[in-house]
């Protein structure tokens, strides 16, 4: 099993920028992928980004060029760098690991608004 932990969410104005951490419990390199997600008000979750034990990412049209994943197996954690936000980027963002099992994390709330 894993636990995961996000941090960084938080509220900010259209244009601007943040970073997301997801802290495991445990060494991530065994994991075979691992991701963000989010589920907006009213909405579905949804697939914002992965990332696989050999480093390939995937993303959301939405997101491309806009947001980068990256994985820090030293640190056991990965991270969302989301630049250029827009209101429609505000949700509930989720940390995902796939090993066998899915595993979630809490989820951390980011809003974006003028």
């Known amino acids: 099993q894993v636990q995961l932990v996000e941090s960084g969410g938080g509220w900010v104005q259209p244009g601007e920028?943040?970073?997301?951490s997801?802290?495991?419990?445990?060494?991530?390199?065994?994991?075979?992928?691992m991701?963000?997600?989010?589920?907006p008000p009213g909405k579905q979750r949804?697939?914002?980004?992965?990332?696989?034990r050999s480093g390939s990412a995937n993303y959301a049209d939405s997101v491309k060029d806009r947001f980068t994943i990256?994985?820090?197996?030293?640190k056991n954690t990965i991270s969302l760098q989301m630049n250029s936000l827009k209101p429609e980027d505000t949700a509930v963002y989720y940390?995902?690991?796939?090993?066998i099992s899915v595993y979630w994390g809490q989820g951390t709330q980011v809003t974006v608004s003028s």
Do not use: K, M, P
């Not at 997801?22 to 992928?33: G, L, V, Y």
């Not at 991701?35 to 589920?39: E, N």
């Not at 990256?70 to 030293?74: A, D, E, H």
């Open 35 to 39: 991701g963000w997600y989010r589920q």
């Open 70 to 74: 990256s994985r820090s197996y030293g």
């Open 46 to 52: 949804e697939l914002v980004a992965t990332i696989t």
């Open 17 to 20: 920028s943040l970073r997301l």
């Open 95 to 99: 940390c995902n690991a796939e090993q």
């Open 22 to 33: 997801c802290a495991a419990s445990r060494s991530i390199f065994s994991i075979d992928r």
